[in-house]
């Protein structure tokens, strides 16, 4: 969807439609053109899987909300319930913070401004390690949540970034079209 030029801003559980073979994403109501110009509406996707910039207001930010919700999809089907379950926009952001660590100048100075501009002040906790929320899950699978549910969107990866991540070319087969391009211009390669 990224690389045709759209982003989805509401991914979850409940989007994803799941075959034998096959995964399609539904319900593209809040999708937007990736190249469409800010500002953007503040309600996009279920609170449970919105991305810190959104829940602080940000009327800029990227498909990186999408890499964020699939995080935390990822997360709640190696945990089998929702990693961040917040009951109101201020409750998300204290679940979040409970469990990655509050953001901080070095984590996403921008967030901080943001939360400055509607007077929010982060809690201060220090958060907890993924792996002893998903206990069954491997380092792998751990590293690419930790990677997608980063603070600062800039270093969450792309999804084909993340499709090349250890967790998919060690345990799953990524067909050739969903491939990250090299910047050869040729498709990476994954062996399975």
């Not at 935390?72 to 319930?81: P, Q």
């Not at 809690?123 to 980063?150: F, I």
Request: contains cysteine.
């Amino acid at each position: 969807m990224h690389q045709c030029g759209y982003f989805h801003r509401d991914l979850k559980p409940e989007n994803l439609l799941v075959s034998k073979d096959a995964i399609k994403i539904a319900d593209l109501g809040l999708a937007r053109e990736i190249a469409s110009s800010p500002p953007y509406t503040e309600y996009v996707s279920t609170r449970w899987y919105r991305a810190p910039e959104v829940l602080l207001q940000s009327y800029v930010y990227t498909s990186k909300v999408d890499m964020w919700a699939m995080g935390a999809i990822l997360a709640e089907l190696l945990s089998l319930r929702p990693l961040f379950p917040g009951a109101s926009e201020a409750d998300e952001i204290y679940k979040i913070c409970s469990v990655i660590g509050s953001s901080t100048e070095e984590t996403w100075v921008e967030g901080l401004n943001l939360a400055s501009v509607i007077s929010y002040q982060f809690p201060q906790l220090p958060g907890v390690h993924l792996s002893s929320l998903m206990p069954y899950a491997s380092a792998e699978a751990v590293n690419l949540v930790e990677r997608l549910c980063s603070w600062d969107p800039n270093n969450r990866p792309t999804a084909g970034e993340a499709l090349q991540h250890p967790f998919f070319q060690s345990c799953y087969y990524v067909p050739p079209s969903l491939r990250a391009k090299t910047s050869a211009g040729q498709r990476g390669s994954l062996e399975h």
